[in-house]
C-alpha cells in the first residue's frame, strides 16, 4: 500500500499563490506516476496535472494551464503543486493521487491510491 498526505492548502485572495505538498510513503516504488485532481462543491472530482515519476513531460487541465506547476523530489517521496494566480473558480478540495499505470492519465479511476484532501479557497 501507498499513503498520501497532502498539505499546504489555506485562503488566499484572488490573484495570489500557494503550494501544495504531497508525501508519499509505504510501498512508493508501485508509482509510476503522481497527480492532483479537485473537487468543487456539487461537482466531480477534476483532473488538475500529472507528472511520470521518472521525469518526462507534465500534462495540465486547460483551466491551469500556465498557472499550476507539479513537480516531485523522488528522494523525499514528495509531489508539489504551485498554483499561481488563483481564481475563485479554483476553490476546491485538492487532492492528491499516484498511479502505477504510465501514459497520460487524466482520468480518477486510473489513480490507484489517494490523500485525504486539502481545502484551497480563493476570495475574490
Known amino acids: 500500500q501507498v499513503q498520501l498526505i497532502e498539505s499546504g492548502g489555506g485562503l488566499v485572495q484572488a490573484g495570489g499563490s500557494l503550494r501544495l505538498s504531497c508525501a508519499a510513503s509505504?510501498?512508493?516504488?508501485?508509482?509510476?506516476?503522481w497527480g492532483w485532481f479537485r473537487q468543487a462543491p456539487g461537482k466531480e472530482r477534476e483532473f488538475v496535472a500529472r507528472i511520470p515519476w521518472n521525469g518526462g513531460t507534465s500534462f495540465y487541465a486547460d483551466s491551469v494551464k500556465g498557472r499550476f506547476t507539479i513537480s516531485r523530489v523522488n528522494a523525499q517521496n514528495t509531489v508539489y503543486l504551485q498554483m499561481n494566480s488563483l481564481e475563485p473558480e479554483d476553490t476546491a478540495i485538492y487532492y492528491c493521487?499516484?498511479?502505477?499505470?504510465?501514459?497520460?492519465?487524466?482520468?480518477?479511476?486510473?489513480?490507484?491510491?489517494w490523500g485525504q484532501g486539502t481545502q484551497v479557497t480563493v476570495s475574490s
Open positions: 509505504g510501498r512508493t516504488f508501485r508509482i509510476n506516476a
Open positions: 493521487a499516484a498511479t502505477k499505470y504510465g501514459g497520460v492519465r487524466t482520468n480518477l479511476n486510473e489513480y490507484d491510491y
